[in-house]
């Protein structure tokens, strides 16, 4: 692991495919719930070098991993870090699908993350991207994942924004006349019902 850390300034991608290498290795030897902090520091390499992808995996992993281990609290960090990082990417159903994935855990379904990230997702559909920046910065779970993430998360929304809002107000079974576009359509939401 050192030499992923020596090599993530110069070479990011060779550090993240070592912290992968490790994740996977620590995985196949059924200790991966003992390395856990290989899980943070691989999250973090892929994030400082762009494979939000690969770090959006790597945290599904990890709340899996965080599931065995008995660190509840941190598995359902992992899965609304998942969420944030897919969102942050722009690929918005990838995000949706991780929390779909996510609320079949009871220990999540029932957190404060799980809530949050439905209150996240309510934003979307709102189509207000101030609705999203007030909730991030309301919301204490967005403010204790991993420092790498939350600065992600302080980035939101990315990407075609009106598409996503549109997917996720599709997804949330609401009309344009009930969400999305919320001004746009007429409405004056109160957002601080998603706060």
Known sequence: MQGAKLLEQHRSDLAGKMYRNAVATAAEDGKDFLSLDIYRDSINSCIRGGLLSDASEILMKYALACSRSGALNAQCKAYLAAVVVLLYQGDVRAAWEAYQNAMTVDDFAKSDEAFAT??????????????????????????????????????????????????????????????????????????????
């Open 118 to 195: 439905d209150d996240l997702f309510q934003a979307y559909a709102y189509g207000h991207p101030e609705g999203i920046l007030e909730l991030v910065k309301a919301k204490v779970c967005f403010q204790y994942m991993e420092t790498a993430v939350a600065q992600l998360a302080r980035k939101l929304p990315c990407g075609n924004f009106p598409e996503q809002a549109r997917f996720v107000a599709d997804q949330l079974g609401v009309g344009a006349e009930d969400m999305y576009g919320g001004v746009a359509a007429g409405l004056d939401p109160d957002l601080d019902d998603l706060t």
